[in-house]
């Protein structure tokens, strides 16, 4: 679990000047959630600053439902953000974000909760036949027609007072989906897909998609090391990476950058004078506590039980004969999202494609529930040879092979 798990009390700041209804005391916003807390959804979008520590800071929350539409400032001085995060918590309301993650991430933060049941309307929208990771501008363009203003964007958001212009972009993130959530709301009704919504949401609000783990963070690295040594000692650095990262709240790469690490990992420097000698260390790194640290974190990476360290990747290239399926599965995909108005990248990934290509039984989400009935059973019969691919008309069918 995140270390902040708290409801914070902040230090004294300056209020919002109040141009619209913006929430600035505990008794304002006790009164409004009460009131959204009646209503059967509240749209919810949040504004945050992390490019100067590892935890988001919460500068502004962004409500409404079919009634009324609200700001809150969470910097405001003494503001108890707990009916906030009790509306959060209440089954009865279902909380409706644009690219949810991110929002979800800080309130598990803050408050160590995860909102429930939650809507997200980029995921609907891949659903219901919008394309792939549609954006909110273009999402309220498809939608309602509306041109949104985005110049206020890239808004320092803990900075006060905020301007009239760009409090109102900040509303504009949850009036506009009112419309869009009633939209998708009807279409994943009308449509029979409100089930296959729900089992995405489920991943969403799993509380071990938000949990920092630092024992899990070299999972999240992209560079590759050598050797399974390497692997060990890597898998160690980055869990001391990610404990300070997190004890002092700045971002990881103010600790150690990612290229440092991998240099570390496949050098095993054992000493500090060996650290030294490496490029992408700063000169005089290695006469600092930090060095020793590392160091240290070596050293435990190479006593480490070789059982407790997962094996590399082969990272062996596929067969031809895969991948020629591959190719194949990719016309059929493309195909079954075609004619079901499903983003493609719902239904299937390229790593499921290979895995489909390539493993006699392989566990992927392709597989699984509403994807096996669109894609996964056709991707399976096409690589047995039971199916062919023809063209009519345009468009891509998959017909019985030799007659089966």
């Not at 992390?50 to 929350?61: A, V």
């Not at 609200?70 to 690219?99: C, Q, T, W």
């Not at 036949?129 to 909110?136: H, I």
């Amino acid at each position: 679990m995140p270390q902040r798990m708290h409801w914070r009390h902040p230090p004294e700041r300056v209020y919002i000047r109040p141009a619209m209804h913006v929430i600035t005391s505990t008794s304002d916003l006790s009164d409004t959630c009460s009131r959204l807390a009646d209503g059967d959804f509240v749209t919810v979008d949040t504004e945050f600053m992390r490019e100067q520590t590892f935890w988001p800071d919460l500068c502004l929350i962004q409500l409404a439902n079919a009634r009324e539409e609200v700001i809150v400032d969470p910097l405001a001085n003494g503001i108890d953000l707990g009916p906030f995060y009790e509306l959060m918590a209440n089954r009865s309301v279902v909380k409706v974000f644009h690219a949810a993650r991110q929002d979800i991430e800080i309130v598990f933060s803050e408050a160590g909760l995860i909102p429930a049941p939650v809507f997200d309307t980029q995921v609907a929208a891949m659903v219901c036949g919008f394309g792939e990771s549609v954006s909110y501008v273009n999402l309220v363009k498809k939608v309602t027609g509306r041109d949104l203003d985005k110049s206020s964007r890239f808004t320092d958001w803990s900075r006060r007072p905020l301007s009239d212009r760009q409090l109102a972009y900040a509303l504009g993130d949850v009036t506009h989906l009112r419309d869009i959530y009633m939209h998708l709301r009807t279409e994943l009704a009308t449509t029979d897909r409100a089930s296959w919504l729900d089992e995405e949401m489920a991943e969403l609000t799993d509380p071990a998609t938000y949990e920092s783990h630092p024992e899990n963070a070299w999972q999240r690295l992209k560079m590759r090391v050598k050797n399974r040594k390497a692997l060990a000692v890597l898998m160690e650095l980055a869990a001391w990476r990610e404990r300070m990262a997190q004890a002092q709240d700045v971002p990881r790469g103010r600790i150690l950058r990612d290229e440092a690490l991998y240099d570390i990992a496949n050098q095993l420097p054992t000493s500090t004078d060996q650290l030294s000698e490496l490029r992408t260390l700063s000169e005089g790194f290695s006469r600092s506590q930090r060095a020793k640290d590392i160091v240290d974190a070596v050293r435990r990476g190479l006593d480490r039980d070789p059982k407790t360290v997962p094996a590399l990747p082969r990272n062996q290239p596929l067969s031809a004969e895969a991948t020629a399926i591959v190719e194949l599965l990719k016309v059929l995909l493309k195909a079954a999202a075609a004619r079901h108005r499903v983003a493609p990248r719902l239904i299937a990934g390229s790593d499921d494609l290979e895995r489909i290509a390539s493993e006699a039984e392989p566990d992927v989400a392709a597989l699984k529930g509403w994807r096996r009935q669109l894609f996964g059973e056709d991707a399976l019969r096409l690589k047995r040879g039971e199916l062919a691919l023809t063209l009519s008309k345009g468009e891509v069918l998959a017909i019985p092979a030799n007659g089966r």
